[in-house]
């Protein structure tokens, strides 16, 4: 069985490995940087910076995503597909972290259960992308890769990769998470009191009746605390969150990898969880390579495509010394392929006695284009992954821990569907995403009730 194997040190700190040993392995979707001495000179500066986060915070994270990975708790992870320099601003950060902390305190109260949250955020700024180039205005330019490599301004010289991008990439990710964790510490106390959460667009869904006994409840709940402990109700609140984000810029995350005083192996100090995309996750790859030397909790985004066997290898190559809230699965195979694809992959893994936790991301198998080319996804069939997922893992015997989604707490009409009826006629209307389309503030605490609800299947 897997979870008997012998753990030995050398498995820990691998002998043969360090933070470039992956520039040894072909690496897929990271852009040749044309000047090497800036690229160069960018990665020292990276280097010495100080680290954003500290193990000890990335240690907690697993020990909760190990509970998790045991049936206890749910992972809460989600935030933009890309974040932007230029959306590095208060109201952005207050309104994620606001949808983020409404929608666990309803999970946390209709499941009777903890809730691990985890951001995209503070560092999502590279992305993969499944064309090269574009055409623009008849022209033929290199693609967007996020804001850590090029920029979305739409001219070749723009799109070239800039090496100061990973500085500034660094500078908003410090500042980014300096607020959050400012607004986390004290002062987000109205964050607590559900009269003010923006519930009234639930009026036409029929599940209202419900939504509104649950947010009484919740205020119910809120009051007696504030009875009981008026003065430390707010340190008492003090609200944890987490960092992610696609480890997919090499340079990025390997400049901010540093063994740390009296602690075995490495750790990425730039955020405290990070993922392998579907389009990296190639055994020989350089981003396998880099990912197998840290400590840092690791997601694996699984889509339709993946091979059994070589999935089974990924993880024992990323978790070799099997260690419980290491790995969490993350599968994206679309609300169409779900029930073709999911159940071997848990038969196996459970085979195999796999510690994992294991999460639903329904966005990336559900995304198409309307008639007018915008990209966009369906309320209805994000909600029919996640309770197609909830179903197999119930069937299976095994346990569902988390869902992964791409959301924001501002009111933009990128996705269509839910209680406010968004059709694609409206999508023009605010869309901001610089990738995928995400889900807006109300439909992103619609999700939250009806993962609830599944939940209590
Ligand atoms: C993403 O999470 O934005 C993404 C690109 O996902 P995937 O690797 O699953 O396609
Ligand atoms: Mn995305």
Known sequence: MYSKKSVTPEAVNPKDWSPQSWKKFPVKQLPKYPDQAALEQAYNELQNNPPLITSWEVEALKKKLADVSAGNGFLLQGGDCAESFADCKSPKIVNLLKVLLQMSFILIHEMETSVVRVGRIAGQYAKPRSRDYEIVDGEKIHNYRGDLINSITPTEEARKPDPKRLIEGYNKAALTLNFLRALSDEGFADLHHPEYWELDFMKENEYYKEYEAMVNSIQKAVNFMETITPNEFSTTQKINIYTSHEGLNLYYDSAQTQQVPRREGWYN??????????????????????????????GIKIGPNYDLDHTLKLIERLNPTHEQG?????????????????PDLIKNIKHEGMPVVWSCDPMHGNTFKTDENVKTRNFDAI??????????????????????????GDNVTECV?????????QLHKNYETYCDPRLNYQQSLEIAFLIAKEWNQ
């Open 269 to 298: 100090l730039s955020a405290h969880m990070v993922w392998l995309g579907n389009r990296t996750r190639d055994l020989g790859g350089a981003h396998v390579e880099y990912l197998r030397g840290i400590r840092n909790p690791i």
């Open 383 to 408: 909600v029919s992954e996640i309770r197609k997922t909830f179903a197999i893992h119930r069937d299976l015997g095994s346990y569902l821990g988390g869902v992964h989604l791409e959301l924001t």
């Open 417 to 425: 569907g839910g209680a406010n009826g968004l059709h694609e006629g």
């Open 326 to 342: 290491k790995i969490v699965l993350i599968t994206r195979f679309g609300k169409d392929e779900v029930e073709n694809r999911l």
